[in-house]
């Protein structure tokens, strides 16, 4: 398809970029790696006046540690993450579910900060942020705010960026010794997933100390099970851990749609943490 | 004469020599055709499934920049006649006629109610959205059986019924009869997802004008050139000879190009009308409303047996799925399955009805395999269910009642000959590379575990019948035109070669197989040849490329033409060797006197002997060129054995191809290479049916499933590796012995693969998983066995 016609500005640095958003009041989309907004143009599902391409803003990309945390620039591509030693080695269920991002085409061209910020629950990111404890970190015309990813994600493709705002970077602290994994069910590879679970575990003596459970496309939003966590924490053997992920899917309100149904998607959210919390703590 | 036609070429997997320019997209795409002055046309289409069609207003298009001219389905009747349906399968059919753009009501979602036409596709685009049209909502017409209820509303209330057609056939004893005397009768339904073809390359269509003599040039991403050409003249009324229709290279189809589409005729109405050259291209999200779909189908399948296992009898009631309107072979696709509801098993009486109903969806016609993959579907999967209810091996079943090879050539209950084949053969051979008793063990073990991750084992020995066709049968079918197919092979001065065939590829290779067929009967380098393609200007004869046809009819008319070749090549040869021509010996492309082997003309020195024509024997016509239409004796019949294993994880539904082997015998094999790859596609697009592909409507008749992203179509790396084979039982049907293989793994591994599916289920009282086999349905078929088990006990 076609998109309706807009206008393109390309800035060389985030401060222009902004003033760019400001501008343009409510009627600007960022384009990054396009790989969620070009199909959205094509449709004409998104009506832009003002794409703002910030592809080539070199400060946006890399990744780098801050002691404990992690910090990923935005623009980074879900390959260069991938790839990445210090994202291996501090964030690996990050890598482990990058890894499962549609295809290498896509993952050459989208970008992590792209992602997120397109909020869309069906996505394998978000969860995995939320899992993380991230924060994300917002440029703005009065400078940079940090946004916790547990309020970064307001509903269904909606952040909490205001329209003249830019994410930058992704902190991630460091889940060094946690195990991890990301459990993504999805009939093909290029699919979205009709529900994953990313889970991470930090052991304590054979026991499950902390749990920590993100849900992808179980409601409006990347959820956490925040009752199954609870019941996670000391949980030990594999009994116990079916017992807690039972309670998986409390508190959300999973999709109708074409490829599965509320009742299908609640079933597979108790499967799939159970799977993903005991692969975690077998894997390290 | 001893020629000796030595196999250099045919049986050789040449690299493909069409590659080289296909897959680096340096060729006439249609889309990427130019010429000074062209405009685009966009096509505004009805968001709506039914409705009578008020006000339209194309005026504010015309104010949008670049916009220059617009046109509603009223401004274009004038010009544009009803799309054809070439098959009208029974003499009281029920007919409508179909309007290329909608005039007074809208009968799917995706029907055209008007066009602009812009200076770039952006303008057009942007243009579409001013024209003003008003919808007066009608009811959907959805499902097939409540549509032929007397009250239900209609799709055409012209008409007076949603019922286009009932086509039965009765052969043999009657149903009733054996049913009478069976032990045991299993009866299902079945259902046949729409499916939404996906040709790599969307359609296309660009008509350049020469107003001065009236001609005009159509470019189009079509399967049938030569078909379209003739249908063109008759919708528009450009006489047959002022038009040239041209499929340039064409990436695929899957029969979703064996049509004349309303684009088609409007793009030439809209040149005509301005006298400037237009193109349209489809975008994938509006080829999902605006190409045919496939498939659509509510199978009920009934079978009678001895309690030993002996078939006596089948009966097959179809309720098919037209869409809202007839196109080309429309109705004709479930008739084409009709005869391959027995597949390869003998009986005694065999009873089907199709009933074509109408409905407010984008029109069904032919896709991969075109009723012949819903006919094994229902056929296979039956026989799974009568092996289960017997206690038998689905295996052992199939053997009992199958065709043995020494019983060839045989005529089956629905009136076919089968010319040739060897079930046993093939089956032997797949149950070895699958290592099938060793799963079956491996099945029963985890059954016995009570494992949550159960394995399936699912069968299809199936055939289908291809080359099509006999032209007598096709008058029987009531089919407008006939089945031959053309090839005439020109000798250039230089001694090179082009071979012009009828056929039109769209991906299949057909070039470089043609040119094995011609190097070897010419005794020529298959470099040395050309194959010449698409045009009606230079390839003025034939009837295009589907069903499985081409190297069938069109091979073998290449290989009758050549053969020609060489036979006037010898008088010239016979001449200038001072020899009688029975002296003559050809080898290698060499005519020799027996006995004197210095005494030599190559072909290609005939060539261009025959250009200069100095000295040619008394009276003969100074060319050998030749050309040759075949009309086949019959259709094709491969065959082979399909084996699946399916591991289904019972607690989330997810079925996993674990193996996957296939046996096909598909006759004599010109390129290895290319029967490999149309076997892989083919079973890639099997396997999409049975676990992946539907296009969903919701209530009101909107196609949920309208982009990719809810259209599942698999990838190579959702498929699992393929282990093939052949057998080799040529066919008796034509010179070459080739049977067709562009639709046999398509007809023959869905039924595998939701026959494994069921096998895994068994233990839990699942009989049935309807298709897609989509995780959830999955799920709730075991989940629903077991609650039916605990309410039993």
């Known amino acids: ?284 | 004469m001893t020629d000796q036609a030595v196999a250099r070429e045919v049986g050789r997997s040449r690299l493909r020599k069409e590659d080289a320019r296909l897959i680096t997209g340096q060729t006439n795409w249609t889309d990427n055709i130019q010429v000074t002055g062209l405009l685009q046309l966009a096509v505004l289409r009805s968001p709506m499934a039914h409705a009578r069609i008020g006000r339209v207003d194309v005026s504010p298009a015309l104010d949008r920049p670049g916009v220059v001219a617009a046109f509603s389905g009223a401004d274009l009747a004038d010009g544009l006649g009803s799309l054809p349906c070439a098959w009208p399968v029974t003499e009281d059919i029920v007919l409508p006629g179909h309007p290329p753009i909608a005039v007074d009501e809208v009968r799917h979602a995706g029907d055209p109610v008007a066009v602009v036409v812009a200076r770039d596709r952006y303008l057009a685009a942007d243009a579409l959205e001013a024209i003003e049209v008003d919808y007066e909502p009608l009811p959907p017409v959805l499902d097939l059986e409540a549509a032929l209820a007397d009250d239900a509303p209609l799709v055409h209330a012209d008409k007076g019924t949603n019922r286009s057609y009932v086509w039965p056939l009765a052969t043999g004893e009657s149903f009733a009869a054996v049913r009478e005397r069976a032990e045991v009768t299993v009866k299902r339904r079945y259902h046949q997802q729409r499916l939404i073809p996906n040709a790599m390359e969307p359609r296309a269509v660009v008509v350049t004008p020469l107003a001065a003599s009236g001609e005009y040039t159509v470019y189009s991403a079509t399967q049938i050139p030569h078909i379209l050409r003739i249908m063109l003249a008759t919708v528009t009324g450009v006489p047959e000879h002022k038009l040239r229709v041209i499929a340039p290279d064409v990436g695929g189809g899957f029969g979703s190009k064996l049509q004349v589409y309303g684009e088609e005729a409007i793009a030439l109405a809209v040149a005509r009308r301005l006298g400037r050259p237009v193109k349209w291209t489809e975008s994938r999200s509006e080829g999902y409303l605006a190409t045919h779909h496939g498939r659509g189908m509510i199978q009920d399948v009934e079978v009678a047996a001895t309690r030993e296992g002996r078939l006596l009898g089948l009966k097959v009631d179809l309720i098919a799925d037209m869409g809202a309107y007839l196109m080309l072979v429309t109705p004709g696709i479930p008739i084409l399955g009709a005869f391959m509801y027995p597949g390869i098993y003998k009986m005694d009486a065999y009873e089907f009805t199709c009933t074509g109903v109408f409905t407010t969806r984008t029109p069904t016609d032919a896709y991969r395999g075109a009723g012949r993959p819903e006919a094994t579907f229902a056929i296979e999967r039956i026989m799974d269910e009568l092996a289960a209810e017997l206690g038998l091996d689905p295996v052992e079943l199939r053997r009992r009642n199958w065709i043995r090879h020494e019983e060839f050539p045989y005529t089956t209950i629905a009136g076919l000959t089968y010319d040739s084949g060897d079930y046993e053969a093939a089956t032997d051979k797949a149950l070895a590379l699958f290592g099938y008793d060793g799963l079956r063990a491996e099945q029963r073990e985890r059954n016995a575990r009570g494992d949550t991750v159960r394995l399936g084992i699912g069968v299809s020995t199936f055939t289908e019948m291809c080359g099509l066709a006999p032209s007598r049968v096709l008058r029987d079918l009531r089919y407008g035109a006939g089945g031959w197919e053309a090839a005439s092979i020109r000798m250039l001065p230089t001694g090179k070669v082009e071979v012009v065939t009828g056929t039109s590829p769209h991906g299949q290779g057909h070039e470089t197989c043609w040119s094995q067929i011609a190097a070897d009967v010419l005794g020529v380098p298959f470099e040395d040849v050309e194959v010449v393609h698409g045009d009606t200007r230079s390839a003025p004869q034939g009837m295009d490329t589907y069903g499985s046809r081409s190297l069938a009819v069109g091979g073998e008319a290449v290989h009758r033409a050549a053969t020609r070749v060489v036979d006037k090549a010898r008088k010239v040869a016979a001449h200038l060797l001072e020899a009688s021509e029975q002296d003559l010996d050809f080898t290698d492309g060499v005519f020799s006197v027996k006995g004197s082997p210095e005494a030599r003309r190559t072909i290609q020195e005939i060539a261009f002997e025959t250009f200069s024509s100095h000295d040619l024997p008394d009276g003969m016509e100074p060319t050998i060129n030749a050309e040759y239409l075949v009309d086949p004796e019959n259709f094709s019949y491969p065959h082979g054995t399909h084996l699946c294993a399916v591991e289904v994880d019972t607690e989330t539904g997810m079925a996993r191809i674990r193996s996957y082997v296939c046996v096909d015998d598909v006759g004599r094999v010109v390129n290895p290479m290319i029967v490999e790859g149309q076997v892989h596609g083919g079973l890639a697009q099997g396997i999409a049916q049975a676990l992946y592909e539907e296009a969903v409507y919701d209530d009101e008749g909107n196609l949920v499933s309208g982009t990719m992203t809810d259209y599942l179509v698999p990838s190579a790396v959702d498929l699992p590796d393929f282990v093939t084979d052949r057998t080799e039982t040529p066919a008796a049907s034509n010179a070459l012995g080739v049977k067709g293989v562009g639709e046999a793994g398509t007809i023959a591994s869905t039924p595998a693969v939701v026959n494994a599916v069921v096998d895994a289920l068994r233990p839990f009282g699942v009989l049935d998983v309807r298709m897609p086999c989509t995780p959830e349905r999955i799920w709730q078929a075991v989940r629903s066995a077991a609650a039916g088990k605990e309410a039993a006990a």
Do not use: C
């Not at chain 1, 002691?67 to 890598?95: E, K, Q, S, Y």
């Not at chain 1, 970008?111 to 996505?123: C, E, I, K, W």
């Not at chain 1, 547990?150 to 946690?178: C, H, I, M, N």
């Not at chain 1, 109708?256 to 975690?280: G, N």
């Open chain 1, 1 to 284: 398809m076609i998109p309706a016609a807009f206008e393109y500005t390309r800035p060389e640095s985030v401060d222009e970029a902004v003033r760019a958003l400001a501008a343009a009041g409510d009627e600007a989309k960022v384009l990054a790696g396009g790989q969620s907004l070009l199909p959205l143009l094509r449709l004409r599902l998104a009506f832009p006046e003002l794409v703002v391409d910030v592809g080539r803003i070199p400060a946006l990309r890399g990744v780098r540690e801050d002691g404990g945390t992690l910090v990923i620039g935005a623009l980074t591509t879900h390959h260069d993450v991938l790839r990445d030693p210090l994202v291996r080695r501090h964030a690996g269920l990050l890598a482990a579910a990058t890894q499962t991002v549609a295809d290498p085409a896509v993952r050459h061209r989208g970008t992590l900060g792209g992602s997120l910020a397109h909020a869309d629950p069906a996505g394998d990111l978000p969860a995995v942020v939320l899992a993380l404890d991230g924060e994300l970190v917002v440029a703005g015309p009065n400078g940079r705010r940090t946004v916790a990813a547990g309020d970064f994600f307001v509903d269904y493709l909606q952040s909490a960026l205001a329209p003249d705002e830019l994410l930058v970077e992704v902190r991630l602290p460091k889940t060094d010794g946690w195990g991890f994994h990301y459990e993504k069910f999805h009939r093909v590879a290029q699919a979205y997933a009709i529900v994953g679970v990313a889970a991470l575990v930090r052991r304590d003596d054979g026991r499950i100390a902390e749990a920590r459970v993100g849900l992808t496309n179980m409601g409006s939003t990347p959820l956490r099970a925040v009752a199954a966590e609870r019941a996670l924490a000391g949980a030990d053997g594999p009994d116990a851990v079916a017992r807690a992920a039972e309670l998986a899917a409390e508190g959300t309100r999973p999709p109708q749609d074409v490829s599965a149904s509320p009742e299908y998607r609640t079933h597979l959210a108790r499967v799939l943490t159970r799977r993903a919390v005991l692969a975690a703590t077998e894997a390290r």
